[in-house]
C-alpha cells in the first residue's frame, strides 16, 4: 500500500508491505525499514524497529493522520491539501492550536513572556499521552485562551504569539 502526505510542506512517499513473518516493510522516501508492529490495548502501537522499541499512537483527523510519538504529534495531510491555509499561522499573530482533542495538563508561560520558536508553551494530554504544545514562531504570548483542566478540540486555538516588536537592547 503506498501514500504519499504533506509533511513540513514536503511530499513524502511511504510504502507499507506485510511480510511473511508477520513484519511490515516500511519504505519512507526510499529508505528500507524493517518493524514488528503489535498493537496496544490502549489503542497505540509497539513498533520494534532495530532493536529499538517505540510506542505510537496514531489518529485520523479527516483526510489528515495524526501520529503522537514521544510526546510530538507528526501531521500527516494528503497533497491535495497544500493549497490549505497554514494551521496555527494567520495574518497578523501567530496561533498555536491543539493538534488533537485533549486536556490542558500544564501551562508553562504567561502572558506577556518572550518565547522563541519551538519552545514549549503548554502540556496537552492526548491518547494517553503528554504533547507538547510549542511555540509556532519567535515572539511575545499575547493571550493564553486556556488554563490548567480546560477540555479542547482539535484546532483550538490555545495562544497568541505576536512578533517580538524589538527594544533599545536589541541594538
Not at 32 to 46: F, L, S, W, Y
Not at 103 to 111: A, D, M, Y
Amino acid at each position: 500500500m503506498q501514500k504519499t502526505y504533506l509533511y513540513n510542506g514536503r511530499a513524502v512517499t511511504v510504502d507499507l508491505a506485510p511480510l511473511p513473518d508477520g513484519r511490515w516493510r516500511a519504505t519512507i522516501d526510499g529508505r528500507e525499514h524493517i518493524a514488528a508492529v503489535q498493537p496496544r490495548p490502549d489503542g497505540g502501537v509497539t513498533l520494534t524497529l532495530e532493536g529499538e522499541r517505540r510506542t505510537v499512537y496514531v489518529e485520523r483527523a479527516g483526510v489528515e493522520r495524526l501520529a503522537a510519538l514521544d510526546g510530538i504529534v507528526y501531521t500527516l495531510s494528503p497533497p491535495e491539501a497544500r493549497g490549505g491555509r497554514r494551521r496555527g499561522v494567520r495574518p497578523g499573530a501567530n496561533e498555536l492550536t491543539a493538534q488533537m482533542p485533549g486536556q490542558i495538563r500544564e501551562v508553562l508561560v504567561s502572558e506577556g513572556q518572550v518565547v522563541a520558536r519551538g519552545q514549549t508553551i503548554l502540556l496537552l494530554e492526548a491518547m494517553k499521552m503528554e504533547i507538547r504544545a510549542a511555540a509556532p514562531a519567535d515572539g511575545v504570548v499575547a493571550r493564553l485562551l486556556v488554563k490548567v483542566g480546560d477540555i479542547v478540540e482539535r484546532g483550538q486555538r490555545l495562544a497568541e504569539i505576536r512578533p517580538n516588536e524589538g527594544t533599545e537592547d536589541d541594538a
